[in-house]
């Protein structure tokens, strides 16, 4: 039994899955609390636990550069309000270079395994063949790419500038879906796999996270056929999945 906890911008979620990948409880939210230490987070994975049926290992989807465990850099976290705040000094020293992983296998006595939110997403939908590329659209955009099923090393490819002084988390993210509205975000999304694509040359492109719901029909259908919306509950299933991945 799994406990997957997806960790994002706006809101914590978490369900417990069998080896099949099957939910033994609906999957439970909680919203983000800031400004947000390693402890608290730790508290709010308590939280979620304790309202979920006993787990026997733990999945985490965490945002940013995570490396065996290690967080190397993650947004949102280190701002004193969340996403679009300023950095808090404190919490960005906090983060930066942190055994996250040890310390959640310390404070559950279970075994953890930590990936990058958008690779555990990946992990619940890849076919395992070909080239396939995960981009997950939610409060910025994540990314992952799988060669014949095996995870590749991250990169944050959210971080890549576009339009100035913009980068691809604050061009496509929440913030600007608000500010522009579906309509016009949506002509950005078609806009940005147009530019990628020949980046990438992948075999699939997998479109997840809560906003990917949100691309208006027509941009869709133009978007091409290489290109597959997947629903937002796959940043937990993934969390069964996430433990037979190998990587490159």
Known sequence: MTLSIDCGGLSIKASVLDNEGTMHAPAIAEPTPYPLSPARLIEVFNSLASQLPKADRITVGFPGMVRHGVVV?????????????????????????????????????????MLNDAEVHGAGVVAGSGFEVVMTLGTGLGCAVFDGGKLAPHIELSHAPIRRSMNYDTWIGEHERRRLGDTFWSRRIRSMIA??????????????????????????????DDVVIVPNAAGIVGGVRAWNLTRI
């Open 73 to 113: 850099h993650t947004p949102h976290y280190i701002n004193v309000k969340g996403p679009r705040t300023r950095v808090d000094p404190e919490l960005y020293q906090a983060w930066t270079g942190l055994d996250f992983r040890s310390m959640i296998e310390k404070s559950f006595n279970l075994p953890t395994l």
């Open 195 to 224: 530019d990628l694509r020949p980046v990438f040359h992948w075999d699939r492109l997998y479109l997840g996270g809560g906003n990917a719901r949100r691309i208006k029909p027509n941009d869709l259908a133009a978007i091409g």
